[in-house]
């Protein structure tokens, strides 16, 4: 049993130091470009690293709360970003194309979380039969 605690403890902390780097680096390529051209490489990333963060967590972890932290620092990282620092650096802006973008990773890595979240927890757990919709006999 304590193994077991043991075990999903350092999953989680393995988690959120994963999610809490990638998504860091996600804020910080969203004003990649290519000459003028905007690179949303960002947008891209928020969305595959959360659907297969999530997963990951609960498949290695077989925990549904350590399943749910790799979303909660996504969204604490990125919410952070939109807040103004002290010495007036502001990461994620909402002006101009990088705005644009900026928005598109806020949407889509919150859709793609909450997707990814809803799917875990909507899975019966390992030995639970599914319930309802179907006739008993």
Known sequence: MIARVLAVAGWAVLVVVVAGWL???E???LPLK???VPVPVSVLAAVVGNLMLVRLAHRLSGSRAVAVLPALVWLVVALSATTRRPEGDLVLIGTGVTGVVG???LLLGVLAAAFAVGRTLGTPRVGQ??????ATG
Do not use: D, E, K, N
């Open 23 to 25: 998504a860091l680096v």
């Open 27 to 29: 804020v910080f390529w």
């Open 34 to 36: 290519v000459g003028t």
């Open 103 to 105: 928005i598109a990773f």
């Open 129 to 134: 039969r599914p319930s309802g919709g179907g």
